[in-house]
């Protein structure tokens, strides 16, 4: 089994994981931002398949955000951890998997935010996507006014 040193070093790596996911991050909006029953009157707007596009693109951004703490402290626990290993080449070899898993699971993420910017950007800036305006760089918002005209 894992000595007392090795126990204490990873109870202590729950509980900072533990505390690092609950402490809440900063939000703009909610999930899908629009069809509320108050706010502003963006938010009140009709939902549309605009405003889910914008919603999935708030979840990527929220994972990402997530998983940089995450892999931050599983990073600094596998360094400790190989510090501690005193050349012990059981404890070494699991620092070193636990960092090649951070930072790869961290690339996987990152790529994952990548591909939907680039995507969402090349959809905006050809016209594809009716009704999405890009802000700066990798933001986007809704336009609910019909691009049809207005009934008479």
């Given at each position: 089994m894992y000595s007392r040193p090795t126990q204490f070093l990873f109870s202590g790596f729950f509980f900072l994981s533990f505390i690092f996911t609950t402490i809440p991050l900063p939000t703009d909006a909610a999930l899908v931002p629009c069809g509320r029953?108050?706010?502003?009157?963006?938010?009140m707007a009709p939902c549309t398949l605009c405003h889910i596009i914008v919603g999935g693109k708030g979840i990527i951004d929220?994972?990402?955000?997530i998983m940089t703490v995450v892999a931050i402290v599983v990073i600094v626990?596998?360094?400790?951890?190989?510090?501690?290993?005193?050349g012990n080449e059981g404890m070494m070899s699991t620092a070193k998997g636990g960092i090649k898993a951070a930072l790869v699971g961290f690339a996987v993420m990152l790529s994952?935010?990548?591909?939907?910017?680039?995507v969402l950007?090349?959809?905006?800036?050809?016209?594809?996507?009716?009704g999405i305006k890009q802000g700066?760089?990798?933001?986007?918002t809704c336009d609910t006014a019909s691009s049809t005209g207005s009934a008479t």
């Open positions: 029953n108050t706010g502003t009157a963006a938010e929220w994972g990402l955000g626990a596998m360094a400790i951890l190989y510090i501690v290993s005193i994952a935010w990548l591909i939907v910017n680039v950007t090349l959809l905006v800036n050809n016209d594809f996507l009716d700066s760089a990798f933001t986007f």
